[in-house]
């Protein structure tokens, strides 16, 4: 029968006899028995007929029978399953695999079928004829058949003759291979069928790059046959989801297929590692027969190998014997190796034997590579068996004592033609001394010389090793090194070449063949062109040590290769530097080393090739050098639990947020011992682990480390002591665990269905051996499971009943004592069963519960204590069997269960509901009061209905744990009432349940206020304040909620008492809160509002006491040597399982791409990454497990300024200098550079750069650096031109630099170079007679200018000579050499010769006038024999100009203040100074505005005073005056108000001052002429004249001894012209002796002139004074006159009476007292001679013409006569001469009466002035 089957079918499953039905299996099988002969014909047909399909027949011409459907290509088993694909063999248009036709085919069918009915139903004879009818129809097909091939094959090689390549045609795909999607660790096989001519050759790509099954052996497996062609993929893992490329070539073109592979990890009840396809599993047996065969195997592993041992170096052998039933040699089983789930193959390393019984592995050379789980799996056609136990690799001894262990794991990535990435991990072991670094070491395959790579040691176990030859292949190793020495070297890597992946891709894969065909086409000539811009630039690596560059070849390259050159620049600047300056980089990636670590740079790449170097790429992103991955944090709390009597099962914390991972390291240690031994040396990445080779009855403490890239972490909290003994049930066997946590939601309010789901993702079965277990305990009863149990095994029905069924489910319970038989072992301490309430667990009667029924048995010994203990009575619920015997456990049989780290957690409280709808409720509940032993993973909620007052059964409501206090229980019932319970779970268990709730009903809520907040939480208690956390409400009510309010009471105040705390309300959820009162305990809720109001308050917080708890830290902000910011807190309450929480506005910190924490011991540090104002916010810190230590720290934008100038200021640290860089010139013109640092340690450096060139000590520079000071200074004899440039001090202390610089070029530097000259020449002039100080000038406070200069190194004999303009000058003053000083008053004294007899003592005559005659240039002279030197002073031009404005700077520092003075004008303003000169520049202003003097308004000086005058003022001249010297610079302003009171003042005091003086000018007065005494012989005439004035004009009186006289003819008295009064007595007698007085009246006053008249008898001179008289009588003086007379005729006591008859007041008593009036009035009068101003200018001519004046009218000198008795009226009015009235007008009087009186200055009170 199998003869009939063409060759080509024999291999394929899917074509056997299994493939039809029996009916068509029979008659096929007869037929073919019959006909051999003819189907040997019939194939050799088909053959010529495939190759008619080319030939462009018609398809009615080959058969007129209608083409049938097109046939299926998929295989299916009984149960129309797919189990794979159906390979069509190559046919024609209108062939099959079988050869037939369709119309043979048809009728093959129809005689098939015909001879199936005759063997049934007919006898034997009918047989026979329908034989013989079939064979005559067979031979005339056949002669047809015949006929028509050999027409067929005529016009075939008619065709070939025409066109030879008509039968040549591309690749078709028949069949496409399928995509799949398969489980992790499943097996998937592609297909597809491949047509064309030549035949095609199919290659398989990944992802473009193809596969090559040598490169992974066992992983891949390609076949190829007969045009149909399968990728095979054994034991799928993540890395194999691709795309997949079947790529089928041949001369004529290429044709590609596509399909993907997704792998995904199995979490249901499959088992993980299915076998493929074609086992029974996938074929549907039930029974586990093999259809193929017919045979079931059944598989024993016998004599397992157990936990081994060994150390490095060693051999180590293990083996299984395995026994199979039946043992059919034809029929060998697959044996494979794993390691860690990664299949082994045969290496030098690796000898694997399978000797038909028993299966061994050696391995030859132990390394701690060789470490970890290793599993045997024996596979056979009816499935496999596995068995799994752990081999510890220990260190080999250390060649060096104390040197570390050798590190592990070498391997190579990305490897390319410049470099390749070596990785490694770091060993567990370090003898005491830590780790320095990692040498890398390489050598070329083929040799045996090592080399090293690296000269200094590198602490990231990633290195990238450069200099590699391209094209050669390379092994790496790397050693360790610590203080005591060298570690062994490491495994050496697989070898790996230095090429591209590409290139490697294309030498491992197999050429193309040799079509015959050269196309040939036409393409732009590419010669000549300059590559383009790299693309893709980036950093793909950074650390200290080195950066890794990656980029894309640019498009634009040409036809040539292209290589690279890469650049740097330090960050902030803009010189960029090649790198690669000799050998371009080859691949589109590189490696840069020699980076400073802490500087930023950035990267840019050109391309280069013959034609040139292209543009530049453009830069990356600033990067810092520097280690980017962090060593990570120390894992969490570590909790040991037994196992057996020689291991501990060990389980840890993750560490938190751990970047790049590579695993943990376990340490133990027996208690008291302080000797630290490793339980693993290869890194394990879960976070629990079997503790093997312990010692029996030993107590341990354990401790964990995490490791990656980066180095190892600070080790973790040690455990709590435990005693090594073996758990009751048995342990773990042959270090084969499961991972197992805490599981849970890691969001909110995840609805889950209230329903058995399968089985809890956090607890996974052992891979290998719960397979087993479930086949086998599937009729055991009475291992505790309800319809809702969670902690065991479930019924896949809901509905089901509470009794107790073991579920078929996969998987462990969901309490985490499923997997800590020490837990169950505790729970046996108390051997009385535990009642559970009926309130709390059940609604049934109590249950009584034993904890040792409700472990989950991992191994076939411990499921038969399962068994044994099967009459235990089992009530409820497995898990809530299990959550009350840890309940028991932490609480029975302990003295303190808070430190046990079996305790479960309390149970939690405070049930209530956040929001209903019509089918779901949100709950939410109160943290437990107690959370046991470990932190709280997780919550279960429990539900149940309650009809008409009657409860009924409790259901579960989730089946993963909750971690967030709020949950949403779905499926419920509208309109039902309900009751729910909560529990908690630990790393310990599952607590007991809660309290039942309030009952709810299930209706939906509609109001249109929003739900309350939940989960109020206080943090950051204070006596002052606290911070109030919530979560918003579940139920938004109409609108979202837009703000919170707060409210607050005391904890015993009545409901009444609730207040706000806010009175607006706040958008945040969360809010700090000021307390009323300290000590006081209170209470606090939240309302939430929207726009339809306030809602429901939430439940209160616990009551809080608002006291700052002792110990209490606040958060510190810091910023370290580097300039790192970072926040500290610090807690000293810490407990072993505390930590500490960051978070940002109240919400935890997750990513740590901004900020990153790190906590050793009890401190805690947050630090910033790049601080910017994304980072500003609340930043807080709560420590667990704690009373609440808390605290927060605000980061605002003025902070955030602050600290990043700290920051800057630290992470660049600069020598701070007193002085900068300074240069100074020394004796004999030396240059001395220097500056002073603040403060420079004895390690200092300094640098002395000029012009980017070091300088040192020599001839040239002399330097010196005194430490203790900070002085640097380098000191040159003299400048030349080759030293201008820049000179810089370049200063090192530590981390601390500092420079500073100065520039000397082009003026700076000739002017330097110009005084230095100077002074060495100055150093010579100064060896004689010479000028310590130049002649200068200097004015004193007496305006005098004092030419003055120093002088030294004189002796006696040493001269000086002045100059003024060559010619030699005379000073008053003698050289004094003891001073050194020589002055010389410029100055001289101004004595006018008409005043020549005023004392030169006087104050105005001894003051000095400067002028410009006294401009000029001078100089002085010292010679003697040493030599000569001389100084010049210019005090021409700008010169004398300068000198003068500090005379007049001198004066006008000297003036008083503006005081106001009135007039009888009107108002004057004026100011003193100390000295006046005429070249003084004033100006007054009025109202800051320069005033234009008028007739009115006019300026003057008188002496030293400075006046103002303003005629007749009036109210525009009120305002602020100011008078303004002008000294050349900012000039002196004097300023006064005159205004208000003041001016009030001043023009009520002009008003009366004016109308005296109207009085003064008009009263009657007798102006002179009139002597004292007259004596006159008798018989003579006399006549006396005297000028009366007066308006209107006054009465005249003449009295004789105070008589009146008349007018006769002896006394003639007369008053002529109103002018001239006249006494004449026309013969004088003796009679007429007496006195006589003449009496002027008119309203304005009186005055009176007295002269006394003596009578002499005879001629002769009597001794008296005789007065002459002219021929009319009067009086005339001669030339013999005394002086004295004439100076007194007109003083005396008749002017004293005139003025005393004029102003009508007594005269002054004292004669004394008038003459000293008089002298004072002569004084004032030269004092305030007139002198007018002349365009602001004082006309000295006209002063001295006025003083000369005054001089000779107080003379009373009278024309040149003889002696005279009578006085003519000329005379008279001569003698009695008054100062002319204008010259009155401004003489003010200061003595006499009350005009003479000094004129009243208004008091400070009515004077408003200001002195500037």
């Known amino acids: 029968m199998s003869g009939s089957i063409p060759f080509y079918q024999k291999n394929h499953r899917h074509y056997d006899r299994g493939y039809r039905s029996k009916e068509m299996e029979s008659a096929v099988s007869q037929y073919q028995a019959s006909s051999s002969s003819y189907a040997a014909r019939s194939s050799s047909t088909s053959r010529g007929l495939r190759v008619s399909s080319y030939s462009g027949l018609e398809e009615s011409r080959l058969s007129p029978i209608p083409k049938r459907s097109k046939p299926t290509y998929l295989a299916v088993d009984r149960d129309n399953q797919i189990i794979g694909y159906v390979v069509p063999i190559f046919r024609g248009s209108q062939e099959f695999a079988s050869g037939l036709s369709d119309t043979e085919e ?112 066992g992983k891949y497996k390609l076949v190829s046959s007969y045009n149909v062609h399968s990728l095979e993929i054994n034991r799928c893992d993540f890395d194999d989801t691709a795309q997949y490329r079947a790529s089928a070539m041949n001369s004529k073109g290429e044709l590609s297929a596509f399909a993907s592979v997704v792998v995904k990890r199995f979490k249901g009840e499959v088992d993980e590692a299915l076998p493929s396809p074609r086992s029974s599993a996938a074929s549907g047996s039930e029974d586990g027969i093999v259809s193929e065969y017919g045979i079931t195997f ?23 014997t395995v026994i199979i039933y039946p043992n059919l040699q034809r029929y060998q089983p697959e044996v494979q190796w794993y390691r860690d789930d ?71 990535q990305d490897a390319n033609k410049d470099y390749v990435i070596v990785t490694w991990k770091q060993p567990a072991v370090d003898r005491g001394s830590s780790i320095m670094g990692y040498f890398v070491d390489r050598c070329e395959v083929g040799t045996t010389h090592w080399s090293q790579c690296n000269d200094t040691p590198i602490k990231f176990a990633r290195f990238p090793v450069t200099g590699l030859v391209e094209g050669r292949s390379y092994m790496f190793r790397v050693r360790a090194v610590n203080k005591s020495g060298m570690s062994r070297p490491s495994r050496a890597s697989e070898p790996v070449a230095a090429m591209d992946p590409g290139d490697r891709a294309r030498m491992r894969g197999t050429s193309a063949p040799w079509t015959g065909q050269i196309i040939v086409t036409e393409e732009e000539p590419a010669e000549g062109v300059v590559p383009g811009v790299p693309v893709g630039l980036e950093v793909t690596e950074a650390t200290k040590n080195y950066v890794v560059l990656s980029w894309k070849p640019p498009g634009e390259r040409g036809h040539e290769g292209v290589m690279y050159y890469v650049e740097k620049c330090v960050s902030g600047t803009d010189s960029w530097q090649r790198v690669n300056t000799e050998i371009p980089v080859k691949s589109p990636r590189f490696a840069l080393f020699d980076l400073a670590e802490g500087k930023s740079y950035s990267f840019r790449v050109r391309c280069c090739n013959s034609a040139g170097v292209g543009e530049p790429s453009s830069p990356t992103e600033p990067t810092t050098v520097g280690d980017q991955l962090d060593i990570p944090a120390p894992p969490g709390r570590v909790v040991p639990i037994r196992n057996t009597d020689t291991s501990v099962v060990v389980s840890w914390e993750a560490s938190r947020e751990a970047k790049e991972l590579v695993g943990y390291y376990i340490e133990a240690s027996i208690v008291g011992s302080n000797v630290w031994e490793p339980c693993n040396n290869k890194p394990v990445k879960a976070t629990r682990f079997i503790c093997h080779g ?15 890239a980066a180095g190892l972490s600070e080790s973790s909290q040690e455990s709590e002591p435990i005693e090594v003994k073996a758990a009751i049930g048995g342990g773990i066997p042959y270090g084969v665990l499961p991972e197992i946590g805490p599981g849970g939601n890691a969001g909110g309010l995840t609805e889950h269905r209230p329903r058995w789901a399968g089985t809890h993702a956090a607890v996974q079965p052992p891979a290998d051996t719960m397979l087993k277990l479930n086949a086998q305990t599937d009729s055991v009863s009475g291992a505790g499971a309800g319809p809702g149990a969670r902690a065991g095994t479930t019924s896949s029905d809901p509905s089901e009943s509470s009794e107790p069924v073991l579920s078929k489910d996969k998987g462990g319970k969901r309490g985490s004592v499923t997997w800590a038989p020490d837990l169950v072992q505790d729970s046996f301490y108390d051997s009385d069963p535990v009642p559970v309430p009926n309130s709390n667990i059940n609604s049934g009667p109590d249950s009584v519960v034993d904890p ?143 309290l039942s709730s309030e009952t709810f009903t299930c209706a939906e809520w509609t109001i249109a206020v929003p739900g309350p907040p939940h989960d109020l939480q206080a943090t950051e208690v204070r006596s002052t304040s606290l911070m109030l956390l919530w979560k918003p409400p579940v139920y938004q009510g109409r609108d979202e909620v837009n703000g919170f309010y707060i409210d607050i009471k005391e904890a015993e105040a009545p409901l009444e008492a609730w207040r706000g705390v806010n009175e607006k309300a706040t958008n945040k959820k969360y809010m700090k809160i000021q307390i009323p009162k300290e000590g006081e305990t209170y209470v606090f809720r939240v309302r939430a509002q929207n726009k339809a109001g306030v809602g429901k308050a939430s439940e209160p917080t616990e009551p809080i006491l608002a006291q700052t708890k002792p110990g209490t830290t606040e958060i510190v902000v810091d910023v370290d040597d580097d300039g790192v910011i970072s926040m500290n807190f610090e807690c000293a309450n810490l407990t072993p399982d505390s930590k500490f929480v960051w978070s940002k506005n109240y919400e935890e910190i997750t990513d740590e791409t901004r900020i990153t924490m790190e906590t050793k011991g009890n401190k805690s540090k947050a630090t910033f990454k790049t601080p910017a104002e994304d980072d500003l916010g609340i930043y807080s810190c709560l420590v667990t497990h704690t009373d609440g230590a808390s605290s927060s720290y605000t980061l605002s ?166 100059y003024k303009d060559g010619r030699e000058i005379k000073a008053d003053e003698h050289l004094t050499f003891t001073e050194g000083v020589l002055t010389l008053e410029i100055a001289q004294r101004d004595t006018p010769a008409a005043v020549a007899d005023i004392p030169p003592d006087d104050v105005y005559w001894r003051r000095l006038k400067i002028s410009k005659k006294d401009a000029g240039i001078y100089e002085v002279i010292l010679k003697d024999d040493r030599g000569k030197d001389s100084s010049t002073l210019n005090l021409t031009d700008q010169g004398f100009k300068n000198m003068m404005n500090e005379v007049f700077s001198v004066i006008a520092n000297s003036s008083t203040a503006l005081k106001i003075q009135s007039t009888e004008e009107g108002i004057r303003l004026y100011s ?172 304005y006053g009186t005055e009176s002139g007295d002269f006394t008249i003596k009578v002499t008898e005879g001629t002769g001179d009597l001794g008296g004074t005789a007065y002459l008289t002219d021929a009319d ?140």
Not at 132 to 161: F, G, V
Not at 874 to 887: E, P, W
Not at 1318 to 1326: A, I, L, M, N, P
Request: with cysteine.
């Open 1197 to 1362: 934008a003025e902070e955030l300024k602050k600290l990043l100038e700290i920051s800057h200021d630290h992470k660049f640290p600069i020598i701070p200098l007193k002085t900068e860089l300074a240069v100074e010139l020394l004796e004999k013109g030396k240059v001395r550079f220097w500056l002073q640092a603040e403060k420079i340690s004895a390690n200092g450096k300094v640098e002395y750069v000029f012009n980017d060139n070091v300088v040192s000590q020599g001839e040239k520079y002399k330097t010196n650096f005194d430490k203790n000071t900070g002085v640097i200074e380098m000191t040159m004899e003299s400048l030349t031109p080759a030293d201008e440039g820049t000179f810089t001090f370049q200063l090192q202390d530590g981390k601390a630099t500092n420079q500073s610089s100065l520039v000397l070029i082009g003026d700076v530097f000739k002017q330097l170079q110009k005084e230095s000259e100077f002074q060495r020449k100055e150093w010579f002039r100064k060896q004689g007679p010479h000028f310590v100080e130049y002649l200068s000038y200097e004015v004193t406070p007496e305006c005098c200018v004092v030419l003055k200069c120093k002088v030294g190194n004189i002796k006696k004999e040493t001269v000086a000579l002045w």
């Open 694 to 708: 312990l010692v029996t009855g030993e107590t341990y403490v354990f401790k964990v480390k995490a490791v990656n």
């Open 1673 to 1812: 009588g009067n009086v005339v003086f001669g030339p013999n006159t005394p002086q004295e007379k004439k100076k007194t005729t007109v003083t005396g006591k008749k002017m004293q009476k005139r003025k005393d008859s004029v102003i009508l007041k007594q005269p002054m008593h004292i004669a004394e007292e008038k003459k000293e009036s008089k002298a004072e009035e002569k004084s004032e009068k030269k004092k305030e001679m007139k002198v007018e101003k002349v365009g602001g200018k004082v006309n000295v001519a006209e002063e001295k013409r006025a003083a000369v004046s005054a001089a000779a009218e107080q003379e009373d000198l009278t024309p040149a006569a003889g002696e005279q008795e009578n006085l003519t009226p000329a005379a008279a009015e001569q003698e009695n001469l008054t100062p002319p009235a204008a010259e009155q007008e401004n003489l003010p009087e200061a003595t006499g009466t009350d005009e003479d009186k000094p004129i009243t200055e208004l008091t400070p009170e009515t004077q408003a002035h200001n002195t500037d």
């Open 1472 to 1643: 003193f100074v100390s000295y006046y000169n005429d070249e003084l520049h004033v100006t007054w202003h009025h109202k800051d505005a320069a005033i234009a003097f008028t007739d009115r308004i006019k300026s003057g000086v008188v002496g030293e005073q400075l006046w103002l005058q303003i005629s007749e003022p009036t109210d525009k001249d009120k305002g602020k005056y100011a008078i303004e010297f002008f000294d050349g610079k900012g000039g002196l302003r004097r300023t006064v108000e005159l205004s208000g009171q003041a001016f009030d003042d001043a023009y009520a005091e002009f008003q009366r001052l004016k109308a005296a003086a109207i009085a003064e000018r008009n009263r009657a007065r007798v102006a002179g002429g009139l002597p004292d005494v007259v004596t006159i012989q008798e018989g003579k005439a006399l006549n006396l004249t005297c000028n009366i004035s007066g308006d209107p004009l006054p009465e005249v009186t003449w009295l004789k001894n105070d008589r009146e006289m008349v007018s006769d003819d002896h006394y003639i008295l007369k008053f002529e012209s109103g002018k001239f009064a006249s006494f004449t007595i026309s013969t004088v007698n003796t009679a007429d002796s007496g006195k006589y007085s003449i009496l002027v009246k008119n309203k």
């Open 106 to 217: 048809a009728r093959m069918k129809e005689s098939a079928g015909h001879m199936a009915r005759r063997n049934l139903f007919t006898s034997g004879l009918e047989m026979e004829r329908t034989e013989q009818s079939s064979r005559k129809t067979a031979m005339r097909e056949s002669a047809e058949r015949i006929s028509l091939s050999k027409r067929i094959h005529e016009n075939e090689e008619y065709h070939k003759r025409m066109n030879e390549d008509s039968l040549m045609h591309t690749p078709e795909f028949v069949i496409k291979p399928r995509s799949h999607t398969v489980w992790e660790k499943q097996c998937v096989r592609l297909h597809c069928t491949v047509s064309g001519w030549p035949d095609p050759r199919v290659v398989w790509y990944k992802n473009n790059v193809t596969i090559d099954p040598l490169a992974q052996p």
């Open 298 to 320: 059944q598989t024993h592993i016998v004599e397992k190998f157990d936990v081994s041992f060994g150390r490095e170096g060693e051999t180590l052998s293990l083996g299984c």
């Open 852 to 994: 040792a029924v409700d472990s989950v048995l991992a191994t076939d010994e411990v499921q038969s204590q399962a068994v044994a203990q099967e009459q235990v009575p089992v009530v409820g619920q497995a898990r809530k069997s299990s959550v009350d015997a840890s309940a028991k456990a932490s609480t029975h049989g302990r003295e303190n269960p808070r430190t046990d780290p079996a305790a479960t957690p309390a149970p939690p409280y405070g049930i209530s509901v956040l929001e209903c709808v019509r089918d779901a409720m949100v709950l939410s509940w109160k943290q437990p009061t107690f959370i046991g032993g470990a932190d709280i993973t997780g919550y279960f909620v429990d539900y149940r209905e309650v009809v008409e007052g009657v409860v009924g059964k409790w259901h579960e409501a989730n089946i993963k744990s909750v971690t967030d206090r709020a949950y949403r229980v779905s499926d419920l019932k509208e309109n039902m009432k309900y009751q729910f319970q909560v529990r908690a779970a630990n790393m310990a268990g599952v607590g007991i349940p809660s």
């Open 342 to 412: 990664v299949l082994l193959s045969p290496s030098k390393w690796t000898h694997m034997h399978w000797s038909g019984d028993r299966a061994t592995i050696t391995l030859t050379h132990l390394n701690k590579e060789d470490e970890g789980l290793y599993t045997l799996r024996i596979t056979t056609k009816s499935g496999y068996e596995t068995h799994s136990a752990y081999v510890f690799v220990r260190d080999a001894d250390a060649e060096m004592e104390g040197a570390p262990g050798a590190p592990l794991d070498v391997r190579c």
